[in-house]
């Protein structure tokens, strides 16, 4: 049987990581809040610690907010400058009027 051709790779897709990140930064800190208030009962059942590794969550995902925002910020930039190079390297068009 002849093998099938090989199709090229698609495109990776782009997601927004800040809005990703984020939602669950906050779900983080919504059961840190929705712990608290039986932080009693969960220490008598050996549970004393859910509350705060809800909160270590939150902490983490807002160094991650961090490091995607500013990830973010550094693929908008190159993707800056190569535009302005593109429109130096004297092709006569405007980057600003180019479309993708």
């Not at 990581?17 to 608290?36: K, Q, R, S």
């Not at 039986?38 to 902490?59: E, T, V």
């Not at 006569?92 to 479309?99: K, R």
Request: with cysteine; charged share 15%.
């Amino acid at each position: 049987m002849p093998k099938s051709p090989l199709h090229p790779s698609p495109p990776p897709l782009e997601a927004n990581d800040v809005a990703i990140v984020g939602g669950g930064t906050v779900l983080w800190f919504v059961a840190f809040l929705a712990l608290l208030p039986f932080q009693g009962a969960l220490s008598d059942h050996d549970h004393g610690s859910w509350p705060w590794i809800c909160l270590s969550g939150a902490g983490l995902g807002l160094i991650g907010l961090w490091y995607c925002r500013a990830r973010r910020d550094a693929i908008a930039r190159d993707r800056a400058a190569e535009a302005a190079s593109k429109g130096a390297a004297g092709d006569g068009t405007d980057p600003a009027t180019q479309s993708d």
